[in-house]
Nanobody, 127 residues
């Protein structure tokens, strides 16, 4: 059974940094595009960042561009989200997702295209 396990969330002051990790198991990691989504209380789940199978192509939501960095280590079956200059509006549950991709350069921000999801990790940014 495919498992995606997020870690690294927590409470941080505005302006601080956190690094989220998502460890994947029971899937051929290098054949999946990966992404991070977030869901704030009372809001819909929204895309944050995505990365292609080979790590060459990335996508960032406008709200995090220049502050967050998505990366992956295919040897370790792990995707990361480095979050810098955090703001209170970044407070949310963060989920990683895996979507099968036939093209090494493919990535997408559409949550419907992702097959597997983690359980989420809470990020809280205090002002």
């Amino acid at each position: 059974q495919v498992q995606l396990v997020e870690s690294g969330g927590g409470l941080v002051q505005a302006g601080g940094s956190l690094r989220l990790s998502c460890a994947a198991s029971e899937l051929t990691f290098s054949t999946y595009a990966m992404a991070w989504f977030r869901q704030a209380l009372g809001k819909a789940r929204a895309s944050v960042a995505a990365i292609s199978r080979n790590g060459v192509n990335t996508y960032y939501a406008d709200s995090v561009k220049g502050r967050f960095i998505i990366s992956r280590d295919n040897a370790e079956n792990t995707v990361y989200l480095q979050m810098n200059s955090l703001k209170p509006e970044d407070t949310a549950v963060y989920y990683c997702a895996a979507g099968r991709a036939s093209d090494s350069y493919y990535y997408t921000k559409e949550k419907e295209k992702y097959d597997h999801w983690g359980q989420g990790t809470q990020v809280t940014v205090s002002s």
